[in-house]
């Protein structure tokens, strides 16, 4: 079992930066590897970046690529999206997720319970 907590989310103005941390429990976190996804009102949940067991592979949705950033500190059992150039299209729930490492929610095993990101124009 793993418990996953996300924290850092909150309310900014386009163009500006925000830094999600996801802190990890139970199960060895580096036995997984991560991903971050997201859900915005009225909308389904959609990838946006994982990260491999080690951290150096890793792979985006388009949207994000370049503004975006997916690491990870085993040593702090910590999971981390550096987002720069929010743009309002990038409100939403940010979930943290352990599984496999793919695009695809269903490999992913355990959910945090998600922090909310808004942008605003």
């Known amino acids: 079992q793993v418990q996953l907590v996300e924290s850092g989310g909150g309310l900014v103005q386009a163009g500006d930066s925000l830094r999600l941390s996801c802190a990890a429990s139970g199960r060895t976190f580096s036995s997984y590897s991560m991903g971050w996804f997201r859900q915005a009102p009225g909308k389904e949940r959609e990838f946006v970046a994982t990260i491999s067991r080690t951290g150096v592979v890793t792979y985006y949705t388009d949207s994000v690529k370049g503004r975006f950033t997916i690491s990870r500190d085993n040593a702090k059992n910590t999971l981390y999206l550096q987002m720069n150039s929010l743009k309002p299209e990038d409100t939403a729930v940010y979930y943290c997720?352990?599984?496999?490492?793919?695009?695809?929610?269903?490999?992913?095993?355990?959910w945090g319970q998600g922090t909310q990101v808004t942008v605003s124009s």
């Open positions: 997720a352990a599984g496999d490492y793919s695009s695809d929610s269903r490999k992913y095993h355990y």
